[in-house]
């Protein structure tokens, strides 16, 4: 999203609901949401225009609605307003806050853009008169969203309850507080129909690098971030946390992040990965999830959105400490960290060269460290939840030799250079001794080429001259790039696993399996089909590894959720995401015919994240990192019966022009 040119001061805006009222299971900790956030926002440096509307029950009568006055019931009619409040006065480059903590429902799958796997979304809000429920459906939550993103305006969206799946809160002992779907409610309001088919077909294609993902509900989300509590088939909690009251424990840790990264402008990215770790601490069965724009910041827009590769890990005292990334995402025996204490409010660094660690087991999904005998006890006993752990090298990435033409110049001055990159596979030899994945040669004008295994030049890759400044460290970044991408495309794992799920990629011209070779036209549209056939949750991970070299996420949020097939719960068991394919116009206007696409999918049995698999385009300038942007180490529990299960699959798909 690009950032606006403001010629007036920037506004804030702010909608909170918190609903304990409810006629069926009443809550005790969303108003208590609502109340913790608004003090927060009082406290800022910028003033906030802030709406408040909360329910909470009438203590020691036997009266059903709300205590508070009615024009600040959470009613539909009151919310929709607020939002088309916040629509009317906000002005491009103004900041948008929205902030639900309550009950939700999931409903069957009958609408365009509800998911077929876990249903649709409805928020729980009351009816005018405060006595019953009338639902918000996703759908017009999220058009009410898009009609404040087209003007311009930068917005983030708090949901306290299941988003994409059971929406539910529950209390501390895990009794479960659903509201199941009431058919009734729909018959009181029904839906708007020809709104829907004019939200259909209004609706933009959210394009994605090489690929144009079709909308979902929630419409092209580039212009805004949401965060919710947890998946489909998870309990969303409210707990007693500060040994006061009660609060939902993605509200209260929210909190925690925001007071923690005050000042700072952190991206969503950093304050959702604080909070996972935090739930893996304590609530490892709970995992919140990120929709959108993952680089804007709270209330403001993000001047660095630099690519961030890394990921968090988590301790206890149990299993020692553990990355959150294992052989799936390429990590290995021996590969080396080093883990630092970073407060992100000032970015300094507890320890300036960190805490070196190595992987001493290298499991499926995650990794347990060791540290060298010559670190002090005390350095590693002082790790606690938000340290940063740097990977420093990668062993894998040696699997793929590169060689260096011995009539290449300034070959010691590579030879040094190398000191630094333990992680690649260097050699200098003669021509047709070994096999290897890449080679560097120079041409006559004494520019650096490099060729693939077979000797063929690689395309789109940038012009490196052996004069240039910094010409080697660059000739170095770019095949440690190359060596990256290698890797993850040829990233597989045979198991039984691949038993308990079916995929497919549909295309105009059949349907396909892995590894088949898939043939387009550009502007085809196709579609990833995957069934679940085993009895637990599957996580699924869809990238796309383009032409000019990058590993990119292809949906609006970084995983699809697929529970079991349970059609009596309103699971079906399939997921359905469809994709519009593209020449990419840079290579077609440079005379290219055809390109080759890779979607790489990892398929996993557990909440995981392959950020650090993550490339940008070959070439493309990316800033250096803030310091607060590095992995997460949390200190707690761990379940251990979680299972670690996961495979990799590539289908190959060649576009070409028309």
Not at 155 to 179: A, P
Not at 238 to 252: F, R
Request: proline residues 5%; contains cysteine; charged residues 20%.
């Amino acid at each position: 999203m690009e950032r606006k040119d403001l010629t007036r001061p920037r506004s804030y805006h702010a909608l909170l609901v918190g609903i304990d009222c409810y006629g069926e299971k009443p809550l005790r900790g969303a108003v208590n949401d609502a109340k913790a956030i608004n003090a927060y926002l009082k406290k800022r440096r910028h003033q906030v225009q802030i709406q408040m509307l909360t329910a909470t029950p009438q203590e020691g009568s036997d009266a059903t609605t709300p205590a508070e006055d009615p024009g600040i019931w959470p009613t539909y009619e009151n919310v929709t307003a607020a939002l088309d409040n916040i629509t009317a006065r906000a002005a491009p480059g103004d900041c948008a806050y929205v902030h639900f903590s309550g009950h939700g429902t999931r409903m069957d799958a009958t609408r365009a853009f509800a998911n077929e796997a876990t249903g649709e979304l409805a928020l729980n809000l009351l009816t005018s008169e405060g006595r019953g429920i009338r639902y918000l459906r996703g759908e017009e939550f999220a058009a009410s969203l898009k009609g404040i993103v087209a003007k311009g305006v930068l917005v983030t969206v708090i949901l306290d309850c299941c988003f994409s799946g059971s929406v539910l809160r529950s209390d501390h002992d895990l009794t479960v507080r659903e509201l199941s779907y009431d058919p009734t409610i729909d018959q009181r309001y029904p839906a708007d129909t020809a709104f829907y088919n004019n939200l259909a077909s209004n609706s933009r294609l959210s394009v994605c690098r090489d690929v144009v993902s079709l909308p979902n509900w929630l419409i092209d989300p580039e212009g805004y971030t949401i965060m919710t509590a947890c998946g489909p088939s998870e309990l969303a909690r409210e707990d007693v946390l500060d040994g006061k009251e009660k609060h939902g424990i993605l509200s209260y840790l929210l909190l925690q992040a925001l007071v923690m990264w005050e000042g700072t402008h952190a991206p969503q990215l950093d304050i959702y990965r604080y909070i996972c770790a935090k739930f893996k601490e304590c609530w490892p069965r709970q995992n919140p999830m990120l929709f959108g724009n993952r680089s804007l910041s709270f209330f403001a827009d993000y001047d660095n959105p630099a690519h961030d590769p890394h990921t968090f890990v988590i301790s206890s005292a149990k299993a020692g400490i553990r990355l959150q990334v294992g052989i799936a995402h390429g990590v290995t025996e021996g590969d080396l960290f080093s883990l630092f204490s970073t407060h992100p409010a000032t970015g300094s660094s507890v320890a300036t060269d960190g805490v070196p660690a190595r992987v001493r087991t290298a499991g499926k999904l995650t990794s347990t460290l060791e540290f060298p005998d010559a670190i002090a006890d005390n350095s590693v006993q002082s790790i606690r939840t938000g340290w940063g752990a740097k990977q420093k090298t990668q062993n894998l990435l040696r699997k793929f030799p590169i060689r260096l033409a011995p009539d290449s110049k300034f070959l010691a001055d590579v030879s040094a250079a190398l000191q630094s990159r333990g992680s690649l596979n260097v050699q200098v030899s003669s021509l047709g001794t070994e096999d290897y994945s890449f080679l560097v040669k120079m041409d006559t004008e004494e520019n650096y080429i490099i060729l693939d295994g077979r000797d063929q030049p690689l395309s789109n890759i940038p012009i490196i001259s052996a004069h240039m400044k910094d010409g080697i460290p660059h000739l170095l970044d770019i095949l440690e790039h190359l060596t990256k991408f290698k890797l993850v495309k040829e990233l597989v794992n045979n198991s039984l696993f691949h038993n308990s799920f079916v995929a497919q990629l549909f295309t105009p011209s059949g349907e396909f399996n892995a590894d088949d070779v898939v043939h387009v036209t550009t502007g085809d549209q196709v579609a990833f089909k995957v069934q679940n056939m085993g009895d637990q949750t599957i996580y699924i991970h869809i990238y796309d590894m383009g032409p000019r070299w990058n590993i990119q996420n292809i949906v609006s949020h970084e995983y699809h959720v697929l529970p079991p097939r349970k059609p009596l719960e309103g699971y079906s068991g399939t997921l359905r995401t469809k994709f519009r394919m593209k020449l990419p116009p840079e290579l077609e206007e440079a005379g290219h015919k055809v390109c080759e696409d890779v979607f790489k999918v990892f398929i996993t049995t557990r909440q995981t994240s392959f950020l650090s698999l993550e490339l940008p385009r070959l070439g493309q300038s990316v800033p250096e990192p803030k310091k607060l942007s590095h992995s997460r180490v949390s200190s707690g529990n761990i379940e251990d019966d979680m299972t670690e299960e996961w495979a990799a699959l590539a289908f190959t798909v060649w576009i070409k022009a028309k």
